[in-house]
Nanobody, 124 residues
Framework: QVQLVESGGGLVQAGGSLRLSCVAS????????MAWFRQAPGKEREFVAH????????YYSGSVRGRFTISRDNVKNTLYLQMNSLKPEDTAVYYC?????????????????WGQGTQVTVSS
């Protein structure tokens, strides 16, 4: 079991930046892949970005590719999401999650542990 705690959300104007963090505990941090998902009001949960155990490979949804960067610090047990050029449509609750699946997993069912989420609101 892994415990995850997100932070870093907030209110930002369109075009601005935020960096989300997700601190993990309970299992060796570099033993699982991780991802960020988001869920906007009235919408289904959406995959945002994935990173491998080592952090050497990443994958992004088309809606954020080129604007967001996922990274991890395996010494600090922390996952990050740097979000630049934010748009109002990026407004959502952002969740980090862990996966033991091999390869890239974009479906939520591949992820066993989830954080409580952090709210990101982008004003126009």
């Amino acid at each position: 079991q892994v415990q995850l705690v997100e932070s870093g959300g907030g209110l930002v104007q369109a075009g601005g930046s935020l960096r989300l963090s997700c601190v993990a505990s309970g299992r060796t941090f570099n033993s699982y892949a991780m991802a960020w998902f988001r869920q906007a009001p009235g919408k289904e949960r959406e995959f945002v970005a994935h990173i491998t155990k080592s952090g050497t490979s990443t994958y992004y949804s088309g809606s954020v590719r080129g604007r967001f960067t996922i990274s991890r610090d395996n010494v600090k047990n922390t996952l990050y999401l740097q979000m630049n050029s934010l748009k109002p449509e990026d407004t959502a609750v952002y969740y980090c999650a862990t996966s033991d699946s091999r390869g890239i997993a974009t479906g939520g069912s591949a992820y066993a542990n989830w954080g409580q989420g952090t709210q990101v609101t982008v004003s126009s």
